[in-house]
């Protein structure tokens, strides 16, 4: 009998695996959440909420439902929260969380957040991490607060503010999902709200590093190729 204890497989994945992983995990959670009796109106199958797990979560804000009609608020709720962690990314939430334990971040932990944060350099991802959920806030906090003088008018404080959370949340996140039946054509004539929404979408459609790098930089000069190259087009 051997007297060294039988070593413990591990599970070793590519850095792209971990994160698709990581995706399937927040949409399968959210599809369990949002087939709870008090998250929906009772009219969602297991399809439906698997669709539009998957479209928040991947913001790619398609949906088959009506979603002030189909979720009740705790629903909704859901669907923000994966809506922001589609747009963040998984990497950047794992990173953060191993910061809170530990000053470094592991060689492994770092290749996988190069390839969720599009970053090659590995002393950099760290800081990118802070940077993404940095500005995701600060731009969010100010949608915030424009679109709930915009909307509270019309709704009332409580309820504009909830709405002015929800559309500065998926219009940064360029995830297009929304409250209203027929989306914002009700709006169309409300210049605050059409102006403050187009500019969260192209904010976030930058990207977090042309954002950081212009941030840095300041001058068209010392901005990188990759900055460039998506401001002129």
């Not at 470094?104 to 590995?122: F, I, N, P, R, Y």
């Not at 990759?226 to 002129?232: D, G, M, Y």
Request: hydrophobic share 50%; proline share 3%; charged share 10%.
């Amino acid at each position: 009998m051997s007297i060294y204890p039988k070593s413990h497989k591990t599970l070793n994945l590519s850095p792209p695996s971990l994160l698709a992983l990581g995706f399937l995990g927040f949409i399968t959670f959210g599809t369990l959440l949002l087939k709870l009796p008090f998250a929906n109106t009772g009219n969602v199958s297991w399809m439906d909420a698997l669709f539009t797990a998957t479209s928040a979560v991947t913001i790619t804000g398609l949906s088959v439902l009506n979603i002030h009609e189909s979720f009740t608020l705790f629903g909704q709720t859901i669907i923000l929260l994966l809506i922001q962690s589609g747009g963040l990314g998984f990497m950047t939430f794992a990173i953060l969380a191993a910061l809170s334990l530990s000053p470094k971040v592991g060689l492994k932990q770092q290749m996988m957040a190069q390839d969720s944060l599009g970053q090659t350099s590995l002393s950099k991802v760290t800081f990118v991490a802070k940077g993404v959920v940095t500005y995701t806030l600060i731009f969010e906090l100010i949608g915030t607060i424009i679109l709930t003088a915009a909307f509270a008018p019309t709704y009332g404080f409580a309820r504009g503010l909830y709405y002015a959370v929800f559309y500065s949340i998926s219009s940064f996140n360029n995830a297009g999902f929304s409250l209203f039946s027929n989306s914002l054509v009700n709006f169309q004539s409300n210049y605050i709200i059409c102006i403050t929404i187009s500019i969260l979408y192209t904010l976030g459609g930058l990207g977090f590093l042309v954002l950081m790098d212009i941030k840095q930089n300041k001058r068209w000069k010392k901005l990188t190729p990759n900055s460039k190259l998506i401001l002129i087009t």
